[in-house]
């Protein structure tokens, strides 16, 4: 197997603090790899040792088999696309995309026939010059990858892209730039903090948390076989629950919720239900379903699911719980009852 990138036992140190603590892992060639994280986990550090700005404290870092230690940003076989984008206002779209093989000195003809080539494969052949300013979100956007592509990187670096962009410009950008990576064959490596964005354009995402991985893993698999709390928690929504006991194969949540669970060999202390997991149309028909008798306390829609707060009739705890949409809801009303199944299989257990 071709490995653009090998990331080994790489440690980021500033002062004591650990921002990238020995992770190892490896990118394919032509891949869409992203790191998924929260603020401050350590996932920008390692893009900016990738990409050069930073320097390795331990481990080694390894472009198509070479050792990227100590070679400045500039001579590496890696681009980068910041947030802000960084493009040149003052500078049409031709020149800006030109700028870095006007750099490296490349003959006049060459640079016209390589910006013309990239400006037709990002889908702004036409739009030469225009300026930089009269164009869309997404055309920047564009604008701003065919740059960093012209010059041929082994691998394309993007950090938070999207994030300046409104939420409907987003959702069509990240089809936009799956489709591309596709097409162009460069190896992205994608820096985000938004879930949707690492599960629907990336081949496999890394979960990173206080500067180490948490799994590595296809977007499917991270969804639906979580190997941590932590993953189960920040991938997906998912409904978590503290458990106070289990005996017998059931468990009893914080809540006084109980569920039958006997496929486990440990005492967990955490339990997540995806929306999926909970039944309810007919659920007393289906086997390998625990009951749950409840009253409806708030309604919150929330778009595909839809939060209900439920009094637990047998503890008379009250839980806030999101729901798959049902069309049962559409006439349910505070004060109802609500009987709901959750298919056993379906539950996530862990020790912490």
Not at 12 to 23: I, R, S
Not at 24 to 35: K, L, P, T
Not at 320 to 343: M, R, T, W, Y
């Amino acid at each position: 197997m071709s490995y653009v990138l090998e990331i080994i036992n790489v440690t980021k140190k500033f002062g004591e603090h650990k921002a990238v603590d020995a992770v190892s892992f490896n990118v394919e060639d032509g891949g869409f790899f992203s790191i998924l994280g929260g603020s401050g986990c350590g996932k920008t550090t390692l893009l900016r040792m990738i990409s050069g700005f930073e320097e390795v404290t331990e481990g080694e870092l390894l472009v198509r088999g070479v050792s990227m230690n100590g070679i400045p940003p500039e001579k590496r076989p890696v681009n980068i696309v910041f947030q802000n984008l960084a493009l040149f206002p003052m500078m049409n779209v031709e020149r800006n995309v030109a700028f870095g093989l006007q750099r490296r000195k490349l003959p006049r003809n060459e640079v016209r026939t390589r910006v013309a080539e990239m400006l037709e494969r990002v889908g702004l052949l036409g739009f030469e010059k225009k300026k930089v300013t009269e164009l869309s979100g997404g055309q920047r956007q564009r604008v701003a990858i065919a740059r960093s592509l012209v010059l041929r990187p082994s691998i394309l670096l993007l950090d938070e892209p999207l994030g300046a962009l409104d939420r409907k410009l987003r959702e069509h950008m990240k089809v936009e730039l799956k489709v591309l990576q596709k097409e162009i064959g460069t190896t992205f490596i994608y820096i985000t903090h938004d879930q949707s964005e690492a599960l629907v354009m990336s081949d496999r995402v890394a979960v990173m948390n206080e500067g180490r991985f948490e799994q590595i893993d296809t977007p499917k698999n991270l969804y639906k076989n979580p190997k941590t709390s932590f993953v189960a928690g920040f991938v997906g929504e998912s409904n978590e629950f503290d458990v106070v006991s289990y005996n017998n194969g059931v468990l009893t949540t914080e809540h006084g919720l109980k569920i039958k669970k006997s496929r486990i060999d440990f005492v967990p202390k955490k339990l997540f239900i995806r929306p999926e997991a909970f039944v309810l149309d007919s659920p007393e028909d289906l086997p390998d379903v625990d009951l749950v008798s409840t009253k409806v306390k708030t309604i919150l829609f929330d778009g595909s699911n839809t939060k209900i707060s439920v009094l637990i009739k047998e503890s008379n705890d009250e839980v806030l719980i999101s729901f798959p949409q049902n069309a049962k809801f559409e006439n349910l009303q505070e004060g109802d009852d609500l009987q709901v199944g959750i298919h056993q299989d379906d539950l996530k257990c862990y020790r912490e």
